[in-house]
């Protein structure tokens, strides 16, 4: 969190009124906070819609053939996967939108109200989604346990246990600590 601290002391630095300048090592750093966020936003779009396309792929030569059970496992899993995709690109493109080099008060604004979504999108929406994911797996491994050997079954049972349990851990802590920088960042434009 050095970048948010670098930058909230140059901007208190500089707090004068809303037409000065910024300077340019504040410019400089709010470039490049923007671009990670960006960045992180564009990589996730990405990630999913791999996942996606090879859950569909996967379906499509090895299974085909699906019982009620395995569509509507699949359907839980990739409309899990692309709400989380719209919810991406929905993000991207309102940050997007900001002009973060502005130096209105208005501009403090629009990132405080774009922050307070974002923070919002890691409640319900997030629980619901991967939520959905985790029923859709569910449901696969019922039709799992009719086609594979006890052993099979087992060992992808362990696994997806152990990976989900990783998972849960990485996205909670990469979830916090976005929920904590956005909170010192609303509070930071929230107190120009």
């Known amino acids: 969190m050095n970048n948010f601290k670098d930058i909230q002391s140059i901007w ?12 340019k ?3 400089k750093k709010i470039k490049k906070a923007n671009s990670v966020v960006n960045d992180s936003h564009a990589r996730t779009i990405i990630i999913l819609s791999i996942t996606a396309i090879l859950i569909t792929i996967g379906y499509s030569l090895i299974i085909k053939q699906g019982t009620l059970i395995t569509i509507t496992g699949l359907v839980a ?3 899990a996967l692309i709400i989380r995709i719209g919810i991406e690109v929905v993000s991207l493109d309102r940050k997007k939108k900001l002009d ?3 130096t209105s008060k208005h501009l403090a604004k629009d990132l405080s109200n774009y922050y307070k979504w974002r923070k919002k999108i890691h409640k319900f ?3 619901l989604t991967v939520s959905a994911y985790i029923l859709g797996v569910g449901l696969l491994f019922i039709e799992f346990k009719v ?3 006890p052993f099979w079954f087992n060992f992808f049972l362990i696994e997806f246990i152990v990976i989900a349990i990783v998972l849960f851990f990485f996205i909670r802590k990469k979830i ?3 929920v904590n920088s956005l909170t010192e960042l609303i509070a930071m434009y929230e107190a120009e």
Request: aromatic share 0%.
């Open 147 to 149: 086609h594979l050997t």
């Open 25 to 27: 090592t504040l410019r």
């Open 12 to 23: 208190d630095s500089q707090k004068n009124d809303d037409t000065s300048e910024i300077p």
């Open 125 to 127: 929406p997030t629980l």
């Open 176 to 178: 916090r600590q976005e």
């Open 77 to 79: 899993m990739l409309s």
């Open 100 to 102: 973060v080099l502005a």
